[in-house]
């Protein structure tokens, strides 16, 4: 990563820092956490009123969103979503009420104050079936194929590597799984330096992709059945959109993860030593449980339940 890109996560992540430190701290006050968006384009207005006041005021407040993912998703009961860039838990917490007992909400954010916030919020709500996980989005800590829906409100727009966050997203998705995400999205018309004009980064505007780089990003990382639906103006040129695509049921595995001749059950050299996983992003023991086959024995072909891997 270069130091520009670096500098620039940097500054995204002191941003919501801040605003998790606002609500923390306006929480304490005798009127509550204020919300921090006051724009009618973004924050908590964008939910229904039944919503906001079955949570906890400091999630409301938190919010910082230009949609509510949460209802365009269709989630289901039972079902496993990840909210990327979950900031305060508002989409976490409406999540978990939406899939229930049996299924189970994971909120990735890179930003301490953040989760700190998030977790008090789930405690407030009684939430037990949520999870929250620190990283970034570009790097998602969760094994492969173990999500049913991926969610984010107005958080992809602010990555430094947007195609490493739609790999990572397709990557996690079950066969068949399923985005469903707002974001700030430009028109083609618009170039980078005229997104830039209408407003900075940090303010979800100037690292907006247009409807055609968003599409052309999820369909290279292997979706399929995307659709970019307009919501409303945030700025000149610039929406909110609610963005659908699947992962295919029979997927192919992105360029250079292909199997090679001497790897089978997601792993290189099979029961030898020497085993490695072909998704680097698993341990040999995920891999393989991952692959739901023995592993390979012999020359012939034969095969046999594997021994105790090699851990990586």
């Known amino acids: 990563m270069s130091k520009e890109t670096t500098a620039l996560r940097e500054t995204v992540r002191r941003r919501y820092a801040a605003a998790a430190v606002s609500v923390t701290e306006g929480g304490s006050g005798c009127c509550g956490p204020q ?27 938190a ?35 939406r899939v229930g007992p049996a299924g189970k909400a994971y909120g990735l954010d890179m930003t301490e104050e953040m989760l ?11 939430a037990t079936n949520v999870e929250f996980l620190k990283g970034t989005i570009e790097a998602i800590p969760l094994p492969a194929e173990t999500i049913d829906v991926v969610i984010s409100n107005c958080v992809i727009n602010l990555s430094v590597d947007k195609p ?3 790999a990572e997203t397709f990557r996690v998705l ?16 618009l170039t980078p330096g005229r997104r830039a004009e209408r407003g900075d980064y940090v303010g979800c505007i100037a690292g907006a992709l247009s409807f055609a780089e968003y599409r052309a990003g999820l369909e290279a990382a292997g979706f399929t059945d995307v659709r970019i639906t307009p919501t ?21 595995l992105p360029t ?57």
């Open 35 to 61: 919300p921090i968006e006051v724009d009618e384009n973004f924050g908590s207005t964008l939910y229904a009123a039944d919503e906001r006041d079955a949570l906890p005021a400091e999630a409301v407040a």
């Open 63 to 97: 919010s910082l969103g230009c949609g509510n993912p949460t209802a365009v998703a269709e989630l289901r009961e039972g079902e496993r979503v990840l909210d990327l860039g979950s900031g305060g838990g508002i989409d976490v917490l409406l999540s978990a009420r």
């Open 116 to 126: 700190s916030l998030a977790l008090a919020n789930a405690r407030k709500a009684g």
């Open 164 to 166: 490493a966050v739609f």
């Open 174 to 189: 079950k066969p068949g799984g399923r985005i469903g995400v707002c974001d700030v999205v430009a028109d083609d018309a």
């Open 232 to 252: 409303h103006s945030v700025s000149d040129g610039m929406h909110s959109a609610i963005v659908h695509a699947t992962k295919p049921v029979t997927a192919e």
């Open 256 to 312: 250079g993860t292909a199997e090679s001749a001497d790897a089978c059950c997601g792993v290189d050299a099979c029961c030898t030593p020497a085993e490695s996983a072909v998704d680097t992003a698993l341990t040999v023991t995920e891999a393989k449980a991952d692959s739901g086959c023995a592993c390979r024995n012999g020359e012939d072909g034969a095969t046999s339940s594997p021994a105790a891997p090699t851990q990586e």
